[in-house]
Structures are given as structure tokens and as C-alpha cells.
């Protein structure tokens, strides 16, 4: 699917946009050739790893396959808008305009910029991202009780040891009571990941880090995956919950596995699993790796509900298509049913398509407050 996907904008740049080019045939076939191999990004992941989700070659050749996918990407949207023009000018001038070579270079170099930007601002550490959640019958001891979320991390090849050093320095800087990460760590299986997560053993906070699987953690060896981050000092919360108690009050943590569990065989997300012996009346902050079934989480009495997955939809623009598949739910905090749903944009992304553009990625604190 993926390599028909970005087959069809090659075929565009290649026919409207390098073929018009004042160039020899010998230039514009090679040019053809290089986008054409970007734009087949997915089928090198797969070559290298059997899975499309996880490149197994150098960092520096994920993040050329990716600024060069994405400019793939750009040229064929500038193209089609050009065309659009040329159509709608067609009846004026009697015939297809004819297009200045200067006009598509300057396509080809914004083309590029954006997409090397967009790559730039995917793979950077993340900006620290401070959000209150005043959540009702909070605890008096609870009042200013800091949690930080990280999601989608997707350790791999590009988002590899280094990049994960950083993030738990500066998540540990933050000096928080809680770490909660809502899914997807990982890329691929644990021979090939094992020195990039390392470094998540780092992380510290007062009352631990707790941990949910996502989609992709089924896609690589889910049961290994869930002991292995159990030894890197994690408690894995799958439809479990935790008890967190300051001075005689109580708030409960609990966690559920992902709705893709059931295509590969494991327990489904099971909310009464989780919030059974929970007490019953500490506000549950659940953790959901995927927004949609926030309806029935509310439902089962979660006052606040913490997902990822999403990445925000990564593009303005794509926000809408990102929603149809996410009954709505995209970015950002929602209200639904009384409780409090926050869809976290993630700390990484799926490096299959690691572009941001007016999406930034976030490294989440988050201060619980009282109601009135």
C-alpha cells in the first residue's frame, strides 16, 4: 500500500515537473531515478528489517530517505496547484501556458527547504509543553501533583541511543512525581533496539514510570517487549492499574492494552479489568494509547484520560483525515462525558514519516489541580 501510495506523487514530479525541465536526458533520468528510489522508502524498510515500520540502516540514510520522500511529496502538490492555474488561465490564452524554468527551480528549492525543515523539527528533542488539568474530588495532596507524559517515542534507527539520552536528561531535569509514557516506544524488535531504549532505564521520579503498550509494540514481539521494559524499571499497566498514595489520599493510574491487540491475538483493552479493586473513590487518570474509545472510558469513570498515537497529524492540513480515523480526537485537550481527554501531539514519531510542519512535537508536564 505504502509504495503505491508515494509511487503515485513520483509519477506526477516525474512526468509534469522533471520531464519540462531545460536539462539533458541524462540529468533528468537520473533525478527521476533518485526520487523515484525516495519515494520507495518503505520497500528499503521492509528489505531491511521485513517491516515497513522499521528501517534498519545508517541514521543519516532514514533522514535523507525522509527530506527527500517529503520533497517528493511537495513538488507533486506545488505541480498539481501549478496546473490547476495553467488550466484555469487556458481559456484566456488560447493554450497551456507555457512555465518559466526559474519558476520550477524555485519549486524544487522550496520543495526541499520545507521538507528538510519539516524533517528538522520531527527528529529535534522536543519542546517542554506545561499543561494544567483541574480534575474533580482531587485530593487535597494531590493539589500540584506534576506527571509527565511522553508518547510515541519510537526508538529506532532515528530515534536512536543519543536522541534518547537527551530526552530522559531533560525529562528528568523536570525533577516530577510521575512518568507515564501512553505507547508505541519502540521500532522494531529487541536484538536491534536493545542499546536505543536503553537509556529509558534512566528515568526517575518519585512514585515511578508507568508504562501502556501501542499499536506498534504489537508489530515487534509484544509479550517480550512488556517483560523487557519491566526490567528497565517500568511497571507496564495492560488493562492494570496503580494506587498512588500521598498521606492517606489516593489517586489511581491505570492503563489499558491497544484496540490492534485483538488482530494479533492478545487481550483486548478492557476498562473494568483495569479499575478492578481500584478505590472507589480516587479519580483514575487513564492511560489510553489510542483517543477513540474515550466515550467509554468516561463511561467507566475515568475523570482524565491520557492518549497519543495521533502525532498530531504531524502536517497542518492532514489534522481532518487524522480525525476520521480517530473519531475526532487529534490534538489537544477534549471534554467528553465529563472527563478530561488530552491527545499528546508525541514525544517522536513513526520514522516512516517523520515530518512536522505547525505541529510541534511535545514533551508534556502535567499539573493536577482541584476542582472548586
Known amino acids: 500500500m505504502f509504495h503505491l501510495i508515494f509511487g503515485l506523487p513520483w509519477l506526477v514530479v516525474a512526468a509534469r515537473f522533471i520531464q519540462p525541465l531545460p536539462w539533458i536526458w541524462s540529468v533528468k533520468i537520473g533525478l527521476a531515478i533518485l526520487l523515484l528510489i525516495a519515494s520507495q522508502y518503505h520497500l528499503f524498510n521492509r ?12 541514521r543519516f540514510l532514514v533522514i535523507a530517505f525522509n527530506v527527500l520522500m517529503g520533497t517528493v511529496l511537495l513538488l507533486a502538490v506545488f505541480q498539481i496547484a501549478l496546473d490547476v492555474v495553467s488550466l484555469l488561465i487556458l481559456p484566456f490564452k488560447g493554450h497551456f501556458p507555457a512555465v518559466p524554468a526559474g519558476l520550477r527551480y524555485g519549486m524544487g528549492i522550496l520543495a526541499l527547504g520545507i521538507a528538510s525543515y519539516g524533517v528538522s523539527q520531527a527528529i ?36 536512536d541511543t543519543r536522541w534518547a539520552e537527551q530526552v530522559v536528561e531533560k525529562t528528568n531535569a523536570l525533577n516530577a512525581d510521575l512518568i507515564v509514557i501512553t505507547g508505541d516506544l519502540i521500532d522494531g524488535n529487541i536484538q536491534d533496539r536493545r542499546a536505543d531504549i536503553a537509556p529509558l532505564a534512566g528515568l526517575k521520579a518519585r512514585d515511578g514510570v508507568y508504562t501502556i503498550p501501542g499499536n506498534h509494540e504489537y508489530f515487534f514481539g509484544y509479550e ?21 498514595d500521598r498521606d492517606g489520599e489516593k489517586i489511581v493510574v491505570a492503563g489499558l492494552t491497544d484496540l490492534s491487540s485483538s488482530r494479533a491475538g492478545f487481550p483486548v483493552p478492557d476498562i473494568k479489568a483495569a479499575l478492578n479493586g481500584a478505590p472507589e473513590m480516587a479519580p483514575v487518570i487513564l492511560l489510553d494509547h489510542q483517543p ?62 517523520a515530518i512536522r510542519l505547525g505541529v510541534p512535537s511535545e514533551l508534556t508536564r502535567i499539573t493536577l489541580r482541584r476542582a472548586p
Open 292 to 353: 477513540s474509545e474515550a466515550a467509554r472510558n468516561a463511561q467507566a469513570g475515568a475523570a482524565v484520560q491520557l492518549s497519543g498515537h495521533t502525532h498530531g497529524g504531524m502536517v497542518i492540513g492532514l489534522e481532518k483525515l487524522v480525525a476520521r480515523a480517530n473519531k475526532g480526537f487529534v490534538s489537544g485537550f477534549y471534554q467528553v462525558d465529563g472527563m478530561q481527554l488530552y491527545v499528546n501531539n508525541g514525544t517522536a514519531l513513526w520514522p516512516g514519516f
Open 47 to 58: 528489505l531491511s528489517s521485513g517491516s515497513v515500520f522499521s528501517p534498519e540502516f545508517p
Open 124 to 159: 529535534r528533542v522536543p519542546p517542554l509543553k506545561d499543561i494544567e488539568v483541574t480534575v474533580k474530588g482531587l485530593p487535597a495532596a494531590f493539589d500540584g501533583y506534576q506527571m509527565i507524559q511522553l508518547t510515541d517515542l519510537h526508538i529506532s534507527r532515528l530515534f
Open 224 to 244: 517480550e517487549w512488556m517483560k523487557y521494559y519491566e526490567g528497565l524499571n517500568m511497571k507496564t499497566l495492560a488493562n492494570a492499574h496503580a494506587i498512588i
